[in-house]
C-alpha cells in the first residue's frame, strides 16, 4: 500500500488536502483581480514532460512562490503576453516540443519587461545560451537556490 511502511516508497503520501495542484495555480492566478493585485513571485514553468512538470511545480509552490506551467513554447508565450511585467521569472526545458527554447527566449525577449530565463537541460549545449543552465540531473536543493538567486537579482533591480 503506497504511504505505508515497507512498502518501497522513499516517502510517505501527503495526507488528503496538502497536495498542491499546479493546474489549480493555473486557473487561478489568471484571473484578472488576481494578477493585477498580487506581489508575489510568478515563475513560469516550460517543461514537456508532464512528470517533471508537476515536480518543479510543485517544489516551487511549496516555497510559496506562485508557479504556472505550459507543456510548449506556444502555451508559454501566450501566458507570458497576459502576464508582460509580472513575470519574475522563467524556467524552461531546453528541449521543447514544437519550439525551441532559443526561439522562447527571443519572443519573450521582446516583452515590454521580459523576465531572466533559466534553462534545464540533459544534454550537454556546445552554446552560449541567454540566461544559465542547470544540469539534469539536479536535485530539489540546486534548483531552489538557482531559481532564488534569480528572483532575488530581480528584486534588487
Known amino acids: 500500500m503506497p504511504g ?6 522513499l516517502s510517505p503520501r501527503k495526507p488528503k488536502g496538502t497536495r498542491r495542484n499546479p493546474s489549480h495555480l493555473v486557473a487561478s492566478w489568471l484571473r484578472p483581480s488576481n494578477l493585477m493585485t498580487s506581489d508575489q513571485q510568478i515563475v513560469l514553468l516550460v517543461e514537456g514532460d508532464v512528470m517533471l512538470r508537476g515536480i518543479l511545480a510543485e517544489t516551487l ?3 510559496g512562490l506562485v508557479v504556472l506551467t505550459a507543456a510548449t513554447g506556444e502555451e508559454a508565450l501566450a501566458i507570458a503576453g497576459m502576464l508582460d511585467r509580472q513575470l519574475g521569472l522563467v524556467v524552461t526545458d531546453f528541449l521543447l516540443p514544437f519550439m525551441d527554447s532559443l ?4 519572443e519573450i525577449a521582446s516583452l515590454s519587461s521580459p523576465p531572466p530565463i533559466l534553462f534545464i537541460s540533459g544534454v550537454r549545449l556546445e552554446r552560449t545560451l541567454p540566461g544559465p543552465v542547470l544540469a ?3 536535485g530539489p536543493m540546486a534548483f531552489l537556490e538557482q531559481v532564488g ?3 532575488a537579482a530581480v528584486q534588487q533591480g
Do not use: H, Q, T
Not at 4 to 9: I, M, N, T
Not at 103 to 106: D, G, T
Open 149 to 151: 538567486r534569480m528572483l
Open 61 to 63: 509552490a511549496d516555497e
Open 4 to 9: 505505508k511502511r515497507g512498502s518501497g516508497r
Open 136 to 138: 539534469k540531473p539536479f
Open 103 to 106: 526561439e522562447l527566449a527571443e
